[in-house]
């Protein structure tokens, strides 16, 4: 079973901020949050990912709570393209071997960026 | 684009026949990950490969098997194809078994 819990869905104006939550109480001092998106049904997208500091890339930042039990996923001006399933998923890193840090999707929120 | 390619896009077989599908590795990358997802679910984990090796499995039959080559691409063999096997099937690879996972576009299989 999936370690987060995502609101199924979200609406978004176009060129305002995306806020999109997560929440992952259980997790582990090892494990690491990453988010991954799914446009129409092509392969997940990677995000970005992130411990314990907050992160930002060229597509969106990350904000984790100091107790690391929630995140958030920030697309700062939310296009039409931006319109997609978003998962926020905990795996390990740095373990090889059991299952080398598989992936568990939970059932993600759906964005939808409206004009 | 993340340099992970998967063929054949689209494969429609029927119950009871046996599906190979092929994905090859973003360059330099040695770990493979399969994932199934059904219409409206979030993918699921199959098996991983690492350096030639099964590194793990989800909670999938064994008629469910892969196989990853030297040059690190993979396959994804499905025998005695079910209905429920219709799905869409992704790869996905990364530098080391640790690493982000980067996805291929996926393949839709159709069991009728």
């Known amino acids: 079973d999936a370690k987060t819990t995502q609101p199924p869905s979200m609406d978004c104006a176009e060129g305002r901020a995306a806020n999109l939550p997560c929440n992952h109480s259980t997790i582990s001092g090892n494990e690491y949050v990453y988010w991954y998106r799914q446009i129409h049904s092509q392969g997940p997208q990677y995000i970005i990912h992130?411990?314990?500091n907050n992160e930002t890339n060229e597509m969106a930042s990350l904000i984790i709570t100091e107790d690391r039990k929630s995140s958030t996923l920030i697309l700062p001006h939310a296009t039409l393209r931006d319109t997609a399933v978003y998962y926020c998923?905990?795996?390990?890193?740095?373990?090889?071997?059991?299952?080398?840090?598989?992936?568990?999707f939970g059932q993600g929120t759906e964005l939808s960026v409206k004009p | 684009e993340t340099g992970v390619t998967q063929s054949p896009t689209h494969l429609i077989k029927t119950r009871g026949q046996q599906v190979t599908l092929r994905c090859s590795s973003q360059s330099g990358h040695n770990t493979v990950s399969w994932y199934q997802q059904a219409l409206g679910q979030g993918p699921q984990f199959i098996f991983q490969y690492y350096r030639e090796e099964e590194n793990g499995r989800g909670n999938f039959p064994p008629r469910f098997s892969g196989l990853q080559f030297p040059n690190y691409s993979s396959e994804l063999n499905v025998n005695a194809l079910e209905l429920d096997d219709s799905a869409l099937y992704l790869c996905a690879s990364s530098l080391v078994a640790t690493d982000t996972q980067y996805f291929g576009p996926g393949t839709r299989l159709t069991v009728l």
């Open positions: 998923i905990v795996r390990v890193r740095g373990v090889i071997y059991n299952q080398g840090g598989k992936l568990i």
């Open positions: 992130g411990l314990k």
